[in-house]
């Protein structure tokens, strides 16, 4: 199993980005998927998920500003994150579901998003 996140990097206060994640070895459809991220010093936390049907939902420090959706076609789920914030700085990661939120079956190796003020 392999999910591989791309997309992150530097940017601005109020800039966007967009990471993917491409996943392999599961049946994806079937999948739900879920970013979490990890401030320095801080720990990890689930900020947005997707069901195999869906339906999404966010942590509220997110909401509104970042978008998750995913291509079953392509087994890539993205995280499409604007109005970015200093805070927003973390190492991204991709993790697959067949249960809990609270507990993936499977995660990527991270991607760091940095935001400058």
């Known amino acids: 199993v392999q999910l591989v996140e791309s997309g992150g990097g530097l940017v601005q206060a109020g800039g966007s980005l967009r990471l993917s994640c491409t996943v392999s070895g599961i049946d994806f459809s079937t999948a739900a998927m879920g970013w979490h991220r990890q401030p320095p010093g801080k720990q990890r936390e689930l900020v947005a998920g997707?069901?195999?049907?869906?339906?999404?939902n966010y942590v509220d420090s997110i909401r509104g500003r970042f978008a998750i959706s995913r291509d079953d076609g392509n087994n890539t789920v993205f995280l499409d994150m604007k109005n970015l914030k200093p805070e927003d700085t973390a190492v991204y990661y991709c993790t697959a579901h067949s249960g809990s939120w609270r507990y993936p079956d499977y995660w990527g190796q991270g991607t760091e998003v940095t935001v400058s003020s």
């Open positions: 997707i069901t195999s049907s869906g339906t999404t």
